[in-house]
Every structure is written in C-alpha cells, then in structure tokens.
T-cell receptor, first 110, second 117 residues
Framework: KQEVTQIPAALSVPEGENLVLNCSFT??????LQWFRQDPGKGLTSLLL?????REQTSGRLNASLDKSSGRSTLYIAASQPGDSATYLC?????????FGTGTSLTVIP | DVKVTQSSRYLVKRTGEKVFLECVQD?????MFWYRQDPGLGLRLIYF???????EKGDIPEGYSVSREKKERFSLILESASTNQTSMYLC????????????????FGPGTRLTVL
C-alpha cells in the first residue's frame, strides 16, 4: 500500500523567508499529485495539482514540483507571510484512490 | 468554482444514535469520498463512490455505511454511534473525465466535527 511521508512535521519561520516542504511516496507509480492547505478546524483547500504529464505547477508565490522517478514532491513558498500559517498536506493518486501525508504544520512569525 | 457542502459544521450525538452526514457537490463529479481525520492519524478513507448506487470500502469502513441515490449527494451513516467515532468528517469529490482540467483533482467540503457522548 502507498505510504506518504511529509517532512518536517512542523516548521516555524520568520516572515519573508522562502521555504520548502517535502513529500515522498513509497510507490512512485502515482498518477497525480495534489497539495492542500488546511486551517484549524476547517476542510482542505486545493492549492496545486500536478497532473501525470506535468512536472511542476505554479500559483502566485507557490511552486510545486514532482519527480516520479524518486517518488518525491516539493512545495516551495516564496516570501512567506503570517497568513501562510496552516497545515499543508500532499496527496498522490492512482486511478480513484488518493493517499495523503499527515501534513506539515507551518507557522510564519511576524 | 466547485462547491462541496456538508449538512452540518458541528454535531453532538449520544451513544447508540443513528447519525446521518450529508454531502452535496455541484460539479457533476462522478467520484465522491468520505474521510475521517484524527490528530496524529491523518486522513483515513471510510468509503468512496464512483457512480450512483455504487460504493467501495475504504480503509476503515467498520461501523459506517453510505448511500448514493443521486449523483450530487453522498451520505455517510453511523448505524449506532460510539464514542470512538468522535472525529472530523470530511467529504470530497473529483472528476473522472480525462478531458476536464480538474481531472482527478479532489475538492473538499468544510468538514463536520462530530462529538459522540
């Protein structure tokens, strides 16, 4: 069964720093890779989707990349802001199944 | 924009009660999912459905059942609620159409925080 690991589990950075969140899979045969943001007590908000034919996606200050050969994805956040504080989850999919990591809790200190 | 709604944000029930959690999506998605999320355990799939009246067990189906009578609606049923079913329940949907720009992208509802006393 696919297992997803996110490192680090928690991260605290000063405002303005660039940062990288990591996601790795035990089985590199994933189809799509999706990054989510979750605020406390809320549902998951989709940030970026990397489809099978793509290697990266960008949205504003966010950039996600996927290396299928190694089973790794990274989420890069540029010029972090306090409003970026949240838990970030990655999920890989194979057909109709989605496999989630346990998340990285990010705190951006003003 | 895709919208996934869940019937309640917060719910408090007593042990032994039958509980219905409802989820509705407005994007004509074929696939719908129910997860529960607990601290330290992440998201765990309870059931999913890839078509009307179709259902598949996920990783933790025990104590739950589901119903999908219409494409837009997916219900999670706790036949006899127990305290260990206190959790955050999240519904999601996704498209099965390879031509859609959001193909295989999951969209989540706001969640239902269920407490069983």
């Amino acid at each position: 069964k696919q297992e997803v690991t996110q490192i680090p589990a928690a991260l605290s950075v000063p405002e303005g720093e660039n940062l990288v969140l990591n996601c790795s899979f035990t089985d590199s045969a994933i189809y799509n890779l999706q990054w989510f943001r979750q605020d406390p007590g809320k549902g998951l908000t989709s940030l970026l989707l990397i489809q099978s034919s793509q290697r990266e996606q960008t949205s504003g200050r966010l950039n996600a990349s996927l290396d299928k050969s190694s089973g790794r994805s990274t989420l890069y956040i540029a010029a972090s802001q306090p409003g970026d504080s949240a838990t970030y989850l990655c999920a890989g999919s194979t057909s109709n199944q989605f496999y989630f990591g346990t998340g990285t809790s990010l705190t951006v200190i003003p | 924009d895709v919208k996934v709604t869940q019937s309640s944000r917060y719910l408090v029930k007593r042990t032994g009660e039958k509980v219905f959690l409802e989820c509705v999506q407005d994007m004509d998605h074929e696939n719908m999912f129910w997860y529960r999320q607990d601290p330290g355990l992440g998201l765990r799939l309870i059931y999913f459905s890839y078509d009307v009246k179709m259902k598949e067990k996920g990783d933790i189906p025990e104590g739950y059942s589901v119903s999908r009578e219409k494409k837009e609606r997916f219900s999670l049923i706790l036949e006899s609620a127990s305290t260990n079913q206190t959790s955050m329940y999240l519904c999601a949907s996704s498209s099965d159409n390879p031509l859609a720009t959001t193909y295989n992208e999951q969209f989540f509802g706001p969640g239902t925080r269920l407490t069983v006393l």
